[in-house]
């Protein structure tokens, strides 16, 4: 590994932090009404990140062209997040400010996300909860008829604006009508089951893209003054992942190939309460909103291998371990301390349930307290999704629980103003690094992929296109039939392969080295030994991959197999990185550097910074260039929740 | 346990499909629906031959992708979607019938999986509040009652799967239009465009080809979410209000 002199300049504005924003506002050059409809934008990905910046760029006049894999971009994976989103209102008088939200999110990520954007991230949440209550979004609301919130993991105010248990529905199907009234305006072009194969750059920018049409098979070329990813995370490297099936890492992937740099790729979220695993064909996990941790006792049994019913188990033989250990935070401790700790008591032999890797959420004393139609208003939906799944009713009987993969906070490097580090390609939302830090708080996804695209893009890829020369490129420009020739060439080739295994199998068995390897806790051996083991697996994938059909039509092996070939790569890159931080922090734990009572150890002499890694081709190793972190408002501490 | 599939194969939208016979062995009966077909797709792509086609996406019945007749019901015997539907509600041996949703507005794209847009098409001509992005008021600024919020919550809460459309003998979609145009009309941000909304997204809900509603409440029957067919009758009257009135 190389370590590059090179220096990254995140053109973060001077001044106090307060005043950044406003300051680089200011700053932004801006491009006349007349003539923002002479640009055009392509966003990849309509959730919440996507879906807000397309709607927004049109409505400001740009040119939009939106692609998505799924039949409608209602679909997009944002949909599926339950609890809620964060906003500092302080609605609730409990003393919230933008100051403490800004301060709980630089803990809450370990002191490894970047304070500048950290901040604009929690001034603009505010905006946000605005905007999509005048969307029509459907939040709970008070019996005086102000909006209503609870309090989420990580944080001791109630910040947490919601609509029951689907959240994220509502916020997505308030931007999906927002980019559909675009689309009616004219100012939208959709391009559903679409996904894009390639980027194009040409005299070092970004100027379009190459997609694949999924339901005929042909491969088009799309160019643009400027390319948006918006494409979520990659946290289905691992297989079995909350995330929905489709979600792949290709296009950011692509990027990084083509020379973006991809930043902390080893910070994947373990989110803490999922429904366990239950088999070997299983194709994904359920979550169950961390919300539920705020009535929700988490326990095990004191004694290891103690298989008795729950009911059996009297109260003094219960270890509630969360509020034991930390009894400031308790059930509410962040996602990383609240995983880790359960991996813990099962690693210990304490896990409940059939397979043993299972702890306790338990609503018996909530109910006792508030009644079962209080917790059934509250969380009714996650309950009967619950019982759905496991077939055992949560009301009677404790939920459950273990880790899974949820979020990735690694992803493409971008500066302040979301651009990566190729002119012309932004970078938004979860596909990008640069707010969570090495944990992120529950209910701060669905804040950044808005602020990200409601608030932010809109204003910075202006004074892109204003500072820069205006594109004068078109799709007869010959890097667009070198990145077709690229694109045609891997679809030929993954066709020809006609090995004995399916795309499937091989995702399967890189997941399991990456979930053991490099998930919730690492070392040096076992990442070693993944570095050497999983180009093996990329080796057998090109010689003996079993794709049937053709280019030419509804493929979805052809599908499979792209991606599952991009997560190899990915996940090499992955263990590349835990390797060299030799630290721990948020997400990523080495086991060689924690304290003496198994906490997080970090090494902010040597490991304050951002890794970002740049391709030099599949079979030779990458270099790591750094964007040093500086904290200047807050002091760097030891986390503690105790 | 083992099962007989019958499962309607359609290489595209001019084929004409025919139903096909696999034999699942080995099936769990806490696998999903969808995993026991992704078991069987290994099966036939070890073969050599084309998998099984359908949609699918989160697999936790938010996304509403996925969608099947599955013996003759939409989305199967659980009122729930494909995804959360559990093996362990069929019995050994049994037989399963699986084919696409059948509407004249959703064409079939290839086995299982069928054409949606229509959907889209009616929530653009209509289904949404126009705010642009930073002119927004303070939200508490305006009050929304409980109970109201409570009820626009319940109509929103349509995924959109199109269920209704495909057990109702019209290929009605009036469920789905219902439940946004009454969503937004029981919001005070919805008001200002509420006559020109519904009269425009059902129109273009008849332009689509969808049939009328001819009060069988199959659609409600069906839906994983439980929309209620009382959305209909608030968007019958809101359309009635918005004709009289000459919107």
Not at chain 1, 125 to 140: E, K, R, W, Y
Not at chain 1, 295 to 312: E, L, N
Request: charged content about 25%.
């Amino acid at each position: 590994m190389k370590v590059l002199e090179e220096t990254l300049d995140a053109r973060i504005p001077d001044g106090p932090i307060d005043q950044k924003w406003t300051r680089r506002q200011g700053e932004l050059k801006l491009v006349s009404p007349n003539n923002k409809r002479k640009y055009s934008v392509i966003v990849v990905g309509t959730g919440l990140a996507g879906g807000s910046a397309a709607a927004t760029l049109a409505e400001l006049g740009y040119n939009v062209r939106a692609f998505c894999y799924q039949d409608s971009p209602r679909r997009a994976h944002s949909i599926a997040a339950q609890g809620g989103i964060n906003a500092c209102k302080n609605y609730q008088n409990d003393g919230d400010s933008i100051q403490r939200f800004f301060i709980d999110t630089i803990k809450g990520g370990d002191f490894r996300s970047r304070e500048a954007n950290v901040y604009r991230l929690t001034e603009l949440s505010t905006n946000i909860i605005d905007q999509c209550v005048a969307q029509g979004v459907p939040f709970a609301r008070e019996y005086g008829g102000t909006l209503d919130n609870r309090s989420f993991g990580g944080a001791q105010v109630s910040r947490t604006f919601y609509a029951r248990g689907q959240t994220g529905q509502q916020l997505l199907l308030g931007c999906y009508q927002a980019m559909m009234r675009q689309v009616n305006a004219g100012k939208i072009k959709m391009y559903p089951r679409t996904e894009m194969l390639e980027l194009v750059i040409a005299n070092g920018r970004a100027i379009g893209i190459i997609t694949r049409d999924m339901v005929t098979g042909k491969i088009e070329k799309h160019c643009a003054d400027a390319v948006v990813l918006a494409t979520g995370g990659y946290g289905n490297v691992f297989y079995l992942s909350t995330n929905a099936k489709g979600c792949n890492v290709t296009a950011a992937f692509r990027a990084y190939q083509q020379g973006a740099y991809f930043a902390n790729p080893c910070y994947t979220q373990i989110h803490p309460t999922c429904i366990p695993p239950h088999g070997e064909h299983q194709s994904k996990l359920t979550l169950m909103s961390e919300s539920l941790r705020n009535d929700g006792r988490v326990w095990v049994p004191i004694k290891v291998g103690d298989k008795r019913h729950p009911d059996q188990i009297p109260e003094n033989e219960r270890d509630y371990y969360l509020e034991r250990l930390y009894p400031s935070y308790g059930n509410l401790a962040p996602r990383d301390i609240s995983s880790r700790a359960a991996k813990k008591v099962c690693d210990e032999g304490r896990g409940v349930g059939p397979s043993g890797v299972g702890v306790y959420l338990d609503f018996r004393d909530s109910i006792k307290r508030l009644g079962q139609k209080t917790i059934a208003a509250k969380y009714g939906n996650l309950f009967d999704m619950y019982q759905r799944i496991t077939d055992e009713d949560p009301y009677k009987v404790p939920m459950r629980i273990y880790p899974a993969s949820h979020y990735t906070m690694g992803g493409l490097w971008v500066d302040y103003n979301l651009m990566s580090n190729i002119p012309g390609l932004f970078v938004i939302g979860e596909a990008n690094f640069s707010d969570h830090g090495a944990n992120r708080l529950g209910a701060s996804a669905l804040l950044q992929g808005l602020v990200d695209g409601y608030f932010v893009l809109p204003y910075t890829i202006g004074d892109y296109f204003a500072r820069f020369k205006k594109l004068d490129a078109s799709v007869d420009h010959p890097e667009f039939d070198q990145a077709e020739a690229r694109a045609k060439d891997r679809v030929r080739t993954l066709l020809s392969i006609d090995g004995k295994r399916t795309p499937d199998s091989f995702h399967r068995e890189l997941g399991k080295i990456v979930w053991d390897k490099c998930g919730m806790a690492r070392n040096a051996d076992g990442l070693r030994e993944a570095i050497a083991r999983i180009p093996e697996i990329r080796q057998e994938f090109w010689e003996n991959v079993k794709v049937t059909g053709s280019g030419e039509e509804l493929n979805i092996a052809l599908e499979q197999a792209g991606r599952v070939a991009d997560f190899i790569e990915l996940g090499e890159l992955m263990c590349r990185d835990a390797l060299a931080r030799e630290e721990s922090c948020g997400g990523h734990f080495r086991e060689e550097h924690q304290t003496d009572e198994g906490e997080a150890l970090r090494d902010d002499e040597h490991f304050c910074h951002v890794s970002n890694w740049k391709s030099n081709g599949p079979d030779a190793e990458p270099d790591l260039v750094i964007e040093p972190l500086v904290f200047e408002n807050v002091e760097l501490v030891t986390r503690s929740y105790k | 346990m083992n099962l007989t599939l019958h499962i309607w194969r359609q290489k595209g939208p001019s084929d004409p499909g025919r139903m096909v016979t696999y034999q699942a062995k080995d099936v769990s009966p806490d696998q999903s629906f969808l995993e026991m077909l992704d078991r069987l797709n290994e099966d036939l792509i070890l073969r050599g031959e084309d998998p099984v086609v359908f949609d699918h996406d989160c697999r936790e019945g938010i996304c509403g992708s996925c969608g099947m007749v599955i013996n003759g019901v939409a989305h199967g015997p659980e009122q729930t979607t494909t995804c959360q539907l559990h093996m362990r509600s069929f019995k050994d041996g049994e037989s399963i019938y699986i084919e696409p949703w059948r509407a004249d507005p959703f064409p079939v794209i290839r086995d299982l999986m069928v054409d949606r847009s229509a959907f889209d098409r009616v929530i653009s001509a209509g289904g949404y509040v126009s705010i642009n992005t930073g002119s927004a008021p303070e939200a508490n600024s305006i009050p929304v009652r409980k109970e109201d919020a409570d009820l626009a919550f319940d109509s929103a809460t349509c995924i959109g799967c199109g269920a209704c459309v495909a057990a109702c003998k019209n290929a009605s979609a009036m469920l789905f239009t219902s439940a946004k145009v009454a969503q937004l009309s029981r919001l005070p941000q919805g008001q200002v465009e509420r006559k020109r909304r519904v009269l425009n997204m059902v129109e273009q809900m008849d332009k689509e080809g969808f049939g009328n509603c001819s009060n069988y409440q199959e659609c409600e029957a069906v839906c994983p979410k439980g929309i209620s067919t009382q959305n209909i009758t608030v968007m019958n009257r809101e359309y009635l209000r918005a004709s009289l009135s000459g919107a």
